[in-house]
């Protein structure tokens, strides 16, 4: 299974500046499954979020910016409220 190798993270940011907000926005968007505004759910593996890491790292200022990444217990049972969903795809395509 291709999927074996993934993980489910939530990645939550708050950046200050409009310009730094968009960068951050815009590259993680490239990654994620899921989530809305500024919290995310990404499905990668271990070497993409050393990257992503690495990245966010070089976009954000660390002065003034925050930054969440929570690994996701893949035994929990997703509770989506409202308009919620969550990721089911058996396959998984970063393009």
């Given at each position: 299974m291709l999927h074996m190798n993934r993980s489910l993270y939530l990645?939550?940011?708050d950046v200050c500046n409009p310009r730094r907000l968009y960068k951050v926005c815009r590259y993680l968007k490239r990654y994620k499954v899921g989530g809305q505004k500024s919290?995310?759910?990404l499905w990668v593996t271990s070497a993409e979020l050393r990257t992503?890491?690495?990245d966010l790292d070089e976009l954000m200022d660390a002065q003034e910016d925050r930054l969440h990444i929570l690994s996701?217990?893949?035994r929990m049972k997703p509770r989506?409220?409202?308009?919620?969903s969550?990721?089911?795809a058996q396959y998984f395509c970063i393009t």
């Open positions: 990645v939550a940011y919290v995310f759910e992503i890491r690495a996701l217990d893949p989506c409220y409202g308009k919620a969550t990721f089911t």
